[in-house]
């Protein structure tokens, strides 16, 4: 932070009266909180809580390398500069900067020799958000949680949220605020942490609003984010997949993803499945000699008893009717 920073001795002051851990012993409740890895995953402690927060300084020497994780993570920049790589994109992060990050992406900080930055992080599972928040009354709510990510991917994080000034030191005294009531509980769970970070998101998705609403395009991203979704089921609906997957892809709560296309596309997300196999499966009847098993196992079904009874719910009448009523039509045609 630069001398003349107004912000700084804000900052300083707030984190000198947090209980804010040393390495050591933020490395030792890391152990009872995380399983580590290439994939970060929550411990059966880490679960009980659903959240916890921690301030690191990543040096060159010691930042993470490429990873992901079975959790929501929320990355405040409090100080410094470096680089932060998702997937493929890398991108210049600062002070002021916040952004999610979803279950999927590999990702990491990358900090020059030398630097260091501060990063608060918080940690949480979809669970705890779900049973804290209504999306419905946060403004852009879904958005932030679901389109967030996307957005820095498509942009090379041109639109990502910054704050500066006031609004940096007011949202950065309420995260500070978290982190204290969390390491003061520690190991206990906090009956205040839950009201405090529903009040974090809240002032987060109310900015993330604010620069949705001057964003030319956002409509159109959405419409990109959706497309994306249903791209996902098209490219495996005939092996397994479940809703839990669909939402780990884009960084959304299995039950708030089953509403949001719900909501979208006027069906749930297993009927739709069902419905893009049993397309499938038509075109594998009119156009192969397969039998009907090897047709019920390449179009995703079990077994031949769930795909004749799926297929006649939907269509009405049988796979083998079926066929035979489409090679009676081509035989008419050619006769």
Same mark, same amino acid.
């Given at each position: 932070m630069k001398e003349s920073d107004p912000v700084e001795p804000v900052l300083r002051g707030l984190l000198a009266s947090c209980l804010v851990l040393d390495d050591e012993a933020l490395s030792q409740r890391n152990r009872e909180l995380l399983t580590f890895g290439p994939r970060l995953a929550f411990t059966e402690k880490g679960r009980e809580l659903g959240c916890f927060l921690q301030v690191r300084r990543p040096t060159a020497a010691t930042a993470f390398e490429d990873h992901t994780h079975d959790f929501f993570e929320i990355s405040f920049i409090l100080d410094g500069e470096a680089k932060h790589k998702s997937g493929e994109h890398v991108y210049p992060v600062r002070r002021g900067d916040l952004f999610l990050l979803n279950h999927q992406s590999p990702h990491r900080f990358i900090v020059p020799k030398g630097r260091a930055l501060t990063i608060l992080n918080i940690h949480f599972l979809p669970e705890f958000l779900e049973s804290t928040v209504t999306f419905e009354k946060l403004e852009?709510? &879904?958005? *932030?949680?679901?389109? =967030?990510?996307?957005?820095?991917?498509?942009?090379?994080?041109?639109?990502? &949220?910054? *704050?500066?000034?006031? =609004?940096?030191?007011?949202?950065?005294?309420?995260?500070?605020?978290?982190l204290d009531e969390f390491n003061r509980a520690w190991p206990k769970k906090s009956e205040l942490l839950p009201p405090l970070f529903k009040a974090f998101i809240t002032l987060v998705t109310r900015a993330y609003a604010q620069r949705c609403a001057r964003r030319p395009g956002w409509s159109r991203h959405q419409e990109e984010v959706f497309r994306g979704i249903l791209a996902f089921i098209e490219a495996r609906h005939t092996g397994p997949i479940r809703v839990s997957e669909i939402g780990s892809a884009v960084g959304l709560g299995r039950t708030r993803l089953a509403e949001l296309f719900r909501e979208r596309q006027g069906t749930s997300i297993v009927d739709y499945v069902r419905r893009k196999r049993v397309e499938h499966a038509q075109q594998l009847l009119r156009g192969t000699d397969l039998t009907i098993l090897e047709i019920a196992l390449e179009s995703g079904f079990g077994d031949v008893s769930n795909f004749n009874r799926t297929f006649r719910s939907l269509l009405g009448t049988t796979p083998r009717a079926f066929r035979a009523g489409a090679s009676a039509k081509i035989s008419g045609r050619t006769a």
């Open positions: 852009a709510g &879904l958005q *932030f949680f679901l389109f =967030e990510p996307f957005f820095r991917s498509v942009d090379d994080a041109s639109g990502k &949220l910054a *704050f500066e000034g006031a =609004e940096f030191a007011r949202l950065a005294a309420h995260a500070l605020l978290m």
